[in-house]
Each structure stands twice: as C-alpha cells, then as structure tokens.
C-alpha cells in the first residue's frame, strides 16, 4: 500500500527504457526523481487504509443512503485516488494512493464498467461533432446552406443549419451553448433496437421519467435515456456519412450495397460459427465428439444415421451398418437400408442435414472434419470450409428471408457507423481499441479504465491540449562515472486534440454537477490559498455488474455479481485533475449498494489535505 506511488513510477520506466523486467530496472545505475508530493500521497493513503475500519465509517457517516449501509464489510472496498497537476512540462503526478496492498494497479491494469461516467465522452464526441460541422457549415452562403438543409439525413445536422439559418454570424462557443440546451425526452417507456436486440433501459431517478430535459440538466442530474437518444442521434450522424447509403440498403431488395453488405454478414456468422464449432469440439475423441453432437439421441438409429450421411455423402448401406453397430445401435438389416435410403438421399446438402439434426449446420461439418482428422490447425480447416460455408448461408439470400436479411443489416449498419465513431474516442484517450455496438455505450457497456478517464480530463483542463502524464521529471544515469547523463522533461506544447471552445464548454457543464447535481456534496469543498472556493467539476459513474442468465420468456432466471463500480473524475480550479474509485470484485460485490456518492464523498474527505498543498 506504501509503496503505490513508486510502483507506479517503476512500471513506466520498464515501458520507458525497455527493460524486461523489474529486475533488470534494478540493476541499472540510476536515479529518478517522482513529481509525487510524498506527504501529500501518505495522508491520503492513511486516509484510504482508515475506510476499512467500522468505526471511521461510522464517525464520518459513510454509512448512510448510497454509501456503506448495511452489514458488509468495509474493508472489502478497495479505494484508489489519482491526483496530477498541469504544469509546463506536461501533467505531472502528484498522488497515486490505494488501499489494495498488492502490486497491482486498478487505475490501469483492469476493464472496468464506470457506468455514467462514459456520457463524458459521449457529451465530448457530441460537442466535436457540432464543431466539425461549424467549421464546414457557417461559412456557406444562404442557398448553399439551404441546399445542404434539404440533402441533411440526421437531427444533429438538421439542427444546426436550422440554427446557422436562424442565427447568422453565430460565434462557436454560442452555438456549443445552444448544443447543451437542446431538449430530449427521459422517458423510459421506448423500446430501442440497439446491440443485436430490442432494449429497454431505465433512469436511476424515476422522477426523471416524465421530463424532457436539457443535455446540460442531463448531464447534472445523470439521466440515462437522455444520453441514449443523444447516442442514437450520434449513430444516426455516422450511418449518414457511411459508404453507402442505410435507407437504400434496407428499403430497395436490388440495391448493389445491400447484397455486398449481406455477404459480409453471411461470412461473419459463418466465420463465427466455425471458429465456436472447433474450440468446442477440438481434442475429442470421435465418440465424444457423436456424444457431444447428439446428447440424449446418441443411441438413436435415426439420428445417428442422419450424421453417418452428412459426414459422408457418398457412403453405401454397407458403410451404414458398420457405423451403426460401432456405435452399439443394433439395427435389422431391412431398417438399414431403409435409412440408407432416407438418409443417403444424394439432393440432400448439408444444410438439410443440419436442419434434420436441429444443428448448426457448420457445427455438424467441424465436428466432422475433427472425427476425420482430430490435428487439424485452424488455419487449415478455414481454408477447406469455403463451400460449407457456402452451403450453410445461403438460405440468407432466399427473398422468403427478407425480414432475417433486414435485422442483420440494421446490425451491420450500427456496427460499421460505431467503428466510424470509435477513432474519436480514441483521439481523446479511450484505452480499447473497439466500442461496444450499442446505445447503451452512452451509459457505460464500452467499460473504461480511471486512469484512462483522468486523461480525458486533462485534456479538458488543458483547453483541448493532450499533454503527457509525467511519473517521473528527472533520469540521471550514471552519477561521478564517464557516462553521466540526465535526461528532463523538455516543456511540451502537446498536441491539440480538442477545439479549446469545447474544452471550455465542458468545463462549465461539469461544474455544474459539483455545484447542482450528483456531486454536490463536494461543493464548495475545494479552496485556494486566498481562502475563496476554488471552481470544481467532473462526472460521476456507478455500475453493478451482474452475469444474468434468462428464461425464452425474457425472465431472469439466476444472476451473481460480478463486481460493483463507482467513479468520480474531477478538476479542480485551473491546474488539478483526477479521478477517485470504489471497487469491490467478484462475489462480494453483492453485499454493497453504494453508488458514486461513495467515491465523492472520499473526496470530500480528501480535500482539507488537497487544500493544504494547492
């Protein structure tokens, strides 16, 4: 636990230097200065190790509604806080504190669902967008632009010229005003076809229900179905500037897109199928594999002979009875040549097969080719199975599917207007290289990483500036020998990622979740030396994360926790910014309700030591 800070600084000197190993570091001659404030890092760690104990719990009233109610145990909350300030070198840190004494560090090393605190990035991208379409669009005379209003296919677009129309000379950071105060409704009564599927999704507030509110009040107050119809309305943005148009694709059955889309569809499933099929068959035994295959109906003469026949098309009935016996059905002879006759029919594809057996049909083909040949390497099965492959889709391209081809292109669509949207998230430092497919991403599916949200807020306070994260402010190598060097930070301008008029925009929507919304418990909690209160904002985020498991009906069955989340990334005044974190993995996860009033709350506590070192 006392030893976070410089674990974490050891870490990105492995990365920075290339070393191998720990070991290796330590072996090196040299000397390396932290930008950690040492006394500033042990009172917050104390201040973390203290939230394990009841009784602390109880005397600063952590125990109460969002927090640590109930019987469970503190101790089993792990906390971490991240604390860097802005200075001409770049980000440097100054506190990099946990209460989880293991060398490992939650702010980086873990995937983690941090629920509301991805509509920060959504706002960001949203804001972006408008921007993009600032610069391209208010330069445009009357006609042109009226022109560009009657061609426009998405609401955003459609907004903004009818705003640029009705507001000429419009300065940007007014027009990113007017972007917050657009109106959606909150209701949860709207089904979405999102993710592969129709959802629902639900408003921590129920009060919010019944309102149509502000992105900004939004943001305040957290609402989510907000956020998941401003999602849709970014989707909707993407699929208008695809390749190739989504209406046509899916209204005309002759569109050329719509059959080039279909076939990358029909290869998807079909690739995913196969690979499924090998990893759950591979390293059976060719009993296991007919076991496997056909459950219950092992011993069934019918069933047995189906699979005889779609492994092997051309066998005779001589071929069939040997089969059978070997796999202990005694069948007359008369019955044999009866389901050789039934089975073996030659018109019969392995499509057919794998109907009669209520089988994939590509399932039925791997698991015959691992019977045959149990070595196989993957790379050569995919090689042989283009014609299965073939054969297994092509009831896909039948007129008489023309609803499966539409919710599989509806799929696509949203798949490849997310992949268009994913390289702006990742400009602003989100850690995966892919987003979940989902308007439920506006509310956290995407998952996150705290350290990777503390980088997103740099970027905010540094107006759009995206400026390294400094460990480490001075490498001095081989003091009093020959080969003495030092290497410092040079003063890094950083890279301009985000228009300074967004960054601003943000800034003051942040502000008011501290001032007026989840966070307000740590208002006016931050002051500077002149004893004023300094400005503070940031974004919230909680997630329970459950492994649900559902009846055909759509019940829930049974359900385990998996862990539970709650975030809080910040700024403060002009120069700080962080992030704080609740976690509890695995099982244990159940016994907690707390939310991101939790973390907040830490904070809250943490600010009389922050104060003292701003």
């Known amino acids: 636990v006392q030893r976070k800070d410089s674990n974490a600084v050891r870490t990105t000197l492995v990365n920075m230097l290339g070393v191998s190993s720990f070991y290796d570091l330590d072996r090196l001659h040299l000397a390396v200065q932290s930008p950690v404030d040492v006394r500033l890092q042990d009172d917050v760690t104390q201040l973390l190790e203290n939230l394990a104990d009841p009784s602390f719990v109880a005397a600063h009233h952590l125990n109460g509604e969002h927090l640590l109610r109930g019987s469970a145990d503190p101790s089993k909350v792990i906390y971490s806080l991240m604390l860097f300030e802005r200075t001409p070198v770049g980000n440097v840190l100054r506190v990099q504190a946990d209460n989880l004494d293991r060398p490992f560090d939650i702010n980086d090393g873990i995937k983690m669902e941090l629920g509301s605190t991805a509509k920060l990035r959504t706002l960001a991208h949203y804001l972006e967008l408008v921007t993009g379409l600032y610069h391209e669009l208010s330069a445009l005379p009357p006609a042109e632009l009226a022109e560009r209003a009657r ?73 989510n179905l907000v956020f998941i119809r401003l999602m849709r309305d970014l989707v909707r943005y993407h699929q208008a500037r695809l390749p190739y148009d989504p209406a046509a694709v899916l209204s005309e059955p002759d569109n050329p897109d719509r059959k080039s889309l279909l076939q990358l569809v029909a290869a998807d499933e079909a690739t995913h199928a196969l690979a499924s099929a090998y990893r759950n068959y591979r390293g059976l035994t060719g009993d296991a594999i007919v076991d496997k295959l056909l459950g219950r109906r092992t011993t069934s003469p019918r069933h047995l002979a189906m699979l005889f026949y779609a492994w092997n098309h051309d066998a005779g009935e001589e071929a069939l009875g040997q089969w059978l016996k070997a796999h202990h059905a005694e069948v007359p002879p008369d019955k044999v040549g009866r389901l050789a006759r039934v089975y073996g029919n030659p018109r019969f594809t392995l499509a057919d097969y794998g109907y009669l057996l209520s089988l994939r049909p590509l399932e039925v083909w791997v698991a015959g080719e691992l019977e045959r040949d149990p070595e196989v390497a993957w790379h050569e099965l995919l090689e042989r199975s283009a014609e299965p492959r073939r054969l297994a889709s092509a009831w896909l391209f039948k007129t008489r599917n023309r609803h499966a081809q539409e919710r599989r292109l509806r799929i696509r669509i949203e798949q490849d207007a997310f992949a268009r949207m994913t390289p702006y998230w990742r400009r602003l430092g989100f850690p995966f290289e892919h987003l979940v497919p989902s308007y439920a991403t506006a509310i956290g599916s995407s998952s996150d990483r705290p350290a990777a949200l503390a980088e997103l807020m740099g970027i905010i306070v540094n107006d759009g500036m995206k400026r390294p994260l400094l460990r480490a402010t001075r490498l001095h190598f081989a003091e009093g020998t020959p080969y003495e060097t030092v290497f410092e930070p040079a003063h890094d301008t950083g890279e301009q990622v985000m228009e300074p008029e967004v960054a601003s925009a943000l800034r003051g929507a942040l502000a008011t979740v501290v001032s007026d919304g989840t966070a307000r418990r740590l208002s006016r909690a931050f002051v500077g030396n002149d004893g004023k209160a300094l400005v503070a ?26 862990n539970r989340t709650a975030t809080f990334v910040f700024y403060v005044g002009d120069r700080y910014f962080g992030v704080v974190t609740a976690y509890v993995p695995g099982q244990d996860a159940g016994e907690f309700e707390f939310t991101s009033a939790l973390p907040v709350t830490v904070l809250k506590l943490a600010a009389p030591l922050i104060n003292a070192h701003l």
């Open 537 to 562: 904002g940031g974004k919230t985020g909680s997630g329970d994360n459950r492994y649900k498991t559902f009846s055909r009906g759509g019940g829930i069955t049974s359900e385990r926790p998996v």
């Open 151 to 223: 061609a426009a296919r998405d609401p955003i677009t459609k907004w903004e010229i009818e705003t640029l129309q009705r507001e000429r000379g419009l300065r940007l950071a007014d027009l990113l005003q007017r972007a917050l105060d657009r109106r959606y409704s909150a209701s949860p009564y709207e089904t979405f076809f999102t993710g592969g599927g129709v959802h629902s999704f639900g408003n921590f507030d129920r009060d919010d229900n019944g309102r149509i509110l502000t992105i900004r009040e939004a943001l305040r107050r957290s609402v």
